[in-house]
């Protein structure tokens, strides 16, 4: 079955930096577009961020754009999201997610999704 996996979370100081990864597996990866979304504790998982298949276009959330960047590499089957500017509103569990629609995956629908990686950012 397919696996998303992600790596990279952990503590960081408000204004420091992350970069979280997304190893997929069992997956055409280069025929799925690929998301990253996240859930504060006592929020709904929220779109974050995603990117094309081909990787040509990507989207963000307004609340992160200018200070998220998200990438991907089809040979290594992955995809990563940079978390610059770190704000404390950014603590969250953060999920990486495959679909084969970038749309979908900006209203929140995905096929696959990840267990999840913890952002917590101190202020």
């Known amino acids: 079955q397919v696996q998303l996996v992600e790596s990279g979370g952990g503590l960081v100081q408000a204004g420091g930096s992350l970069k979280l990864s997304c190893a997929a597996s069992r997956l055409p990866f280069g025929s799925y577009a690929m998301g990253w979304f996240r859930q504060a504790p006592g929020k709904e998982r929220e779109f974050v961020a995603a990117?094309?298949?081909?990787?040509?276009?990507?989207y963000y959330a307004d609340s992160v754009k200018g200070r998220f960047t998200i990438s991907r590499d089809n040979a290594k089957n992955a995809v990563y999201l940079q978390i610059d500017s770190l704000k404390p509103e950014d603590t969250a569990v953060y999920y990486c997610a495959a679909d084969q629609s970038s749309a979908r995956l900006r209203r929140g629908l995905y096929a696959y999704w990840g267990q999840g990686t913890q952002v917590t950012v101190s202020s």
């Open positions: 990117i094309t298949w081909l990787g040509d276009s990507t």
